[in-house]
C-alpha cells in the first residue's frame, strides 16, 4: 500500500485494514537520521502495520524554529514510505490541535502508541491511549548522539 495521505483519505484506507494490529508513531521526521530509524524499526516490531502521523511544515516551523523543516513534509513521507518499515503516513493539517489528535487516534484504533522513553508528550500518548483502549509502548531510549536540530546547528 505505502502511500502519504490526508487523515480522512487514511481513515478510509485503515477501514479495509482492520484486521491487522495497528501501530501508531508520530512526528517531524524532517531529516530521517539513524536515531529516527532505530525508533521505526523498533515500533513496527509491535504490529503489523505501522502508520506514522507525519506534522506539518508550519508546525515543525512554529516547534523548531524558521528555519525549520530541512525536508518538507511530503519529501519527508516519500522517505519514510521507502523504508520497508512504514506502512502509511499520515499528513498532518496545520493547525492540528490536541482534540484533532485524540479524535484522529480514536478513530485509527492503533493496538500500540509507540514512543521514544523520556517523551515529552507521553502524557498526551497515555490519554489518547486510554480513549483508543490502546496500549503505550515506549520502544527504545531517545538515542542522544542523534538529533535533527543538533545536526542543523553543527553544520
Known amino acids: 500500500m505505502k502511500k502519504a495521505v490526508p487523515?480522512?483519505?487514511?481513515?478510509?484506507?485503515?477501514?479495509?485494514?482492520?484486521?491487522?494490529?495497528?501501530?501508531l508513531i508520530g512526528g517531524c521526521f524532517d531529516l530521517l537520521h539513524d536515531g529516527h530509524l532505530a525508533f521505526i524499526s523498533e515500533a513496527k516490531k509491535y504490529?503489523?502495520?505501522l502508520i506514522?502521523?507525519?506534522?506539518?511544515?508550519?508546525?515543525?516551523?512554529?516547534?523548531?524554529?524558521?528555519?525549520r523543516p530541512i525536508q518538507h513534509q511530503k519529501k519527508s513521507a516519500s522517505v519514510l514510505l521507502k523504508k520497508?518499515?512504514?506502512?502509511?503516513?499520515?499528513?498532518?493539517?496545520?493547525p492540528f490541535i490536541n482534540q484533532d489528535y485524540d479524535n484522529l487516534v480514536t478513530a485509527i484504533k492503533p493496538a500500540i502508541i509507540a514512543t521514544t522513553k523520556g517523551d515529552p508528550y507521553l502524557f498526551h500518548k497515555k490519554r489518547q491511549a486510554a480513549i483508543a483502549t490502546a496500549k503505550v509502548v515506549e520502544v527504545?531510549?531517545?538515542i542522544s548522539n542523534y538529533s535533527t536540530s543538533s545536526k542543523v546547528e553543527h553544520e
Open 140 to 142: 527504545i531510549e531517545r
Open 7 to 23: 487523515p480522512k483519505e487514511a481513515l478510509a484506507i485503515l477501514s479495509s485494514i482492520q484486521s491487522k494490529s495497528l501501530v
Open 47 to 49: 504490529g503489523d502495520f
Open 52 to 67: 506514522v502521523l507525519l506534522e506539518s511544515d508550519q508546525a515543525i516551523k512554529d516547534k523548531k524554529g524558521i528555519n
Open 84 to 94: 520497508s518499515i512504514t506502512d502509511l503516513c499520515i499528513l498532518l493539517p496545520y
